[in-house]
């Protein structure tokens, strides 16, 4: 399955903001996945990755900087999931370097699998708390 615009409407946070941050973050995995798909080199597929790494990292800091204008109860728990990520993005991005294109497999499961399960059930869990709201409103 590519994670695409097509594919975000189920992933809906109902928070325009949020669910923007999202949509790119989908087109930035489908962008990995198809510079491991190409078998292209390793400084490709690894720029694709930073791109990813750094977007999602400005993604995170919204939503951290949301829950604590809003309190958001749950939101060291999810801020530790967010940390796990880049952890774990930067062990398989240190082997994508190092040319180990045995990695890419397991890269490409990992992002699917983390964005699917971490938007349809931990960014759900947030909904009541941030439903439209944005930094910019919250400021």
């Known amino acids: 399955m590519t ?3 097509t594919t975000t409407l189920p992933f809906s946070v109902e928070n325009d903001e ?3 941050h999202h ?6 995995i489908d962008k990995v996945e198809v510079n491991i798909a190409g078998d292209h080199e390793a400084e490709v597929v690894t720029a694709a ?17 949301l829950f604590e204008i809003q309190a958001y109860p749950e939101a060291q728990a999810h801020t530790e999931h967010h940390l796990e990520f880049r952890a774990h993005l930067s062990k398989l991005m240190a082997l994508t370097e190092r040319g180990e294109k045995t990695v890419r497999l397991e890269l490409i499961q990992f992002l699917r699998m983390w964005i699917r399960d ?14 439209d709201k944005t930094l910019r409103k919250a400021g």
Do not use: C, Q, T, W
Request: net charge neutral; aromatic share 14%; no cysteine.
């Open 3 to 5: 994670l695409n615009r």
């Open 18 to 20: 949020l669910n923007s």
């Open 23 to 28: 949509r790119l973050i989908f087109e930035l």
């Open 49 to 65: 990755l930073m791109a990813l790494r750094d977007y999602a990292s400005y993604h995170f800091g919204a939503e951290e900087a």
């Open 118 to 131: 971490h938007v349809m059930l931990r960014d759900k869990d947030y909904i009541p708390y941030l439903r």
